[in-house]
C-alpha cells in the first residue's frame, strides 16, 4: 500500500471468491444471481469468456459491495476454465505448486487447499440444471 501511494479504501480484492460452475451458460446465470443480491462496483467487471485473453484465460470477474459496504471480486468460471487457469498457460505459478492436496473434513469431504492463501476461495455451485455427481465411493 505504501509503494503504491493508496489508501485502505482504495484496495477493492480485499475479499475474493472463486465459483466453479458445470456450464458457460451457468456462469452467466451466477454472475446474474450476484448481480441481483448485491450491487456491483462501476467499472470493476469483466468478461474474460466472450473475450478470451491472449493466453486462452477465461473468466468472468466481478466486484460487488457485499455486507457492511465491503468489496468483494468474484471470479465465475466451469470446470475446463478454471482447470486451464490453475494448471494451462494462463497459470500463474509453476504446475508443481498448482495442485496442493486439500485436507479431509470429519464429514468426509474435502475442505480447499491451505497452500493457496493467496488465492480466492473456490466456491462449487449446483444448479437445477445438471444433476450432482454421486458421492464417490472408497474401494475397499
Not at 23 to 42: E, F, N, R
Not at 56 to 82: A, F, W
Request: include cysteine; proline fraction near 10%; charged fraction near 20%.
Amino acid at each position: 500500500m505504501a509503494e503504491r501511494h493508496i489508501s485502505f479504501e482504495q484496495l477493492s480484492d480485499v475479499m475474493a471468491f472463486r465459483i466453479v460452475v458445470d456450464t458457460q451458460s451457468d456462469c452467466y446465470k451466477a454472475l446474474g444471481l450476484i448481480h441481483q443480491k448485491w450491487p456491483m462496483v462501476p467499472g470493476r467487471f469483466k468478461d474474460y469468456i466472450s473475450t478470451p485473453k491472449r493466453n486462452n484465460y477465461r473468466s468472468l470477474h466481478t466486484t460487488v459491495v457485499g455486507p457492511k459496504g465491503m468489496r468483494i471480486e468474484m471470479q465465475i468460471r466451469n470446470e475446463n476454465m478454471d482447470r486451464i487457469a490453475e494448471d494451462g498457460v494462463a497459470a500463474s505459478r509453476p504446475v508443481a505448486a498448482a495442485s496442493p492436496t486439500p485436507s479431509t473434513t470429519p464429514s468426509g469431504g474435502t475442505s480447499p487447499p491451505t497452500a493457496r492463501s493467496s488465492t480466492p476461495a473456490t466456491t462449487r455451485l449446483w444448479t437445477t440444471s445438471a444433476p450432482r455427481p454421486a458421492p464417490r465411493r472408497s474401494a475397499q
